[in-house]
């Protein structure tokens, strides 16, 4: 995936001022997710669960070789096949040689984000292989050619309205037709996917050392088809995403689940252990397993980063995150978007692409106390961000300006004062502004002139 | 590769001390309900319907009214041949039900354990999934039905706690988006 990360100023700035909808959807889905994830932790012992939780990946985390080879072992025994991608590149020739050889025509994909990261999309596609997103909301945002803006909810972006619009023009529904309606003409086009598809692709939730078990969460079943229907399945796996003991999954299952969505567990979870048996009606006759490292192992390295790899993708940091509700995920410029993006993608990427994302937060630190695995989001940013000032990688005064841009965004009073700044700024001031948000704001309109009280201000004084 | 990555890790870890793993956490804080009562609760609250049977001969003769309203039927493997409903067999993909027998069920998060064995498609292809389960097969916790589930693991089991759904269409609820929008859970009581 192209990385934009470095203009993350800018973008969060145009897509404030030209998609003001998105902060709408995207502030309304996050609070909904965020208000469930904490009656359900409030259901358990959810201390109890996220200490010990983070006590098993960081087990695993330092014995990460012995139980990746130990995964590797069982998993072969089970007759799936181990590949292992060192980067982006290894994994697609892998994907590509798993597809050329098993004389794939067609592909169903499961909701995968490492499959984002290593760009697998346009690989098949120039093979001249036809692939179809088949989560709801990756199907549709696969139809607008954009990436998922968040973790779970790919396209949580984009509001009932669009998506009447877009399924309007592209299968002829009438512009009022219900959710209900949109999702069977969907499920009757990607019904036909499954079936005549040759190879599904999935990521992977876990896979467990000790009984070679890949774990899938989900809500749809789409993950169960790709799986089941196609003869051959392909699932990328992050190097990290290893749990000791199969009895583990009980916990991490159902933390998972708490995390992003609320519930008590997926609506099906998937525990694979390899492919068709003897005797066995139906299931795929291959099974591959590719261990993808893409810069998982210098984050392991890093001193203080290593902590990252815990992480379950299961955005409750996201949504968690006033400065992500502000903009959603593509502002961010990579696959991982709000606090986990901006502690990953430059542990991924390097700092040198990534800049501004460590900058994207206030430090307000609600995105830990969310977190399953209590990742140090917070600390990990002001490591981030020394890192950078250290490496002269960002000046001061733009650290503080992004910064300030962060912390506008999160506080009613922050913001309200800049706003009042920037009336008062002579109007020659802003054709140069320092602040680079403002300065993004101001592209494309010459002199922006700002209102001479605030909305607020209007408001309050009762003029609108 | 595979070495390269390898030697990559190991040399990430060399001066990391090692941590210890902790002992299992069965993790679970269950309000004080009888199994069955806790099953029937959270998967109803997940969107399932559940249905009490005393015996094979009583979930034979429900059957009989159920299966009337369905035109054709994909029926599991391992399903009972008592419990095959009076339907035309359909492939998976053409029936508007589908029926199988759980390996098992539990109560903490409403859920039946699927088998790859009975087959895959007619688990998730129908629109409705019929899943027969003895009652003695619920275990309160998913901690205890993992345990009881590992001896033999076949080549892959689904967990399937309610109807498919999705909210991806402006984060509003829709049933039944690629696995079935139904799931009926009969618990049988007795042989
Ligand atoms: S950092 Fe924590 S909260 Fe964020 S996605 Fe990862 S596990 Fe979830």
Redesign the pocket.
Known sequence: MKVTANQYPQEAARVLREEPHVRDSVTGATLNFDNKRRQAYAEVDAETWRHWAEGVKNHVLSNLDRYLLEAEAKLQKNGVQVHWAEDADDARRIVADIARTGQVRKVVKAKTMVSEELGINPLLEGMGVEVLETDLGEYIIQLLKQPPSH?VGPAIHLNLEQIRQLFHERFQTPLDASPDHLAAVARKLLREGFLRADMGISGGNFVVAETGTLALIENEGNIRLSTSAPRIHVALVGLEKLLPRFSDLSVFLSL?AR??TGQRLGTFVSLIQGPRQPGEPDGPEEVHVVFVDNGRSSVLADPEAWE?L?????????N?CPVYRQTGGHAYGYVYS???GA??SPGLLGLEETKPLPYASSLCGA?FQ??????P?PKLLLTWRNRAVEEGLTPRFEAAAIKGYALAMTQPWAYRLASRAVRFLPEKALDNTVVPVLKAWTEGRAGLKPSPKSFRQMWEDGEV | MRERILGRIHRALEHRPKTLLPEPLPAVSLPPAETLTLFTERLSGNGGEVVRLENLEAAAEWLGHFAQTFAGVAVGQTVPPVLHPKLPVLPPEEAPLGVSWALGAVAETGTVVLSSQEGRRNQLLPPAHLVFVPEARIYPTLFEALNALKPSLPSAIGLHSGPSKSADIGQIMVKGVHGPGRLVVAVISGK
């Open positions: 973790i998972t995390a992003a990252t815990r992480c379950l993708r299961c955005a409750a940091c996201l968690a709000g606090p986990i502690i990953l995105c969310a977190c399953p695995v209590r990742i989001i």
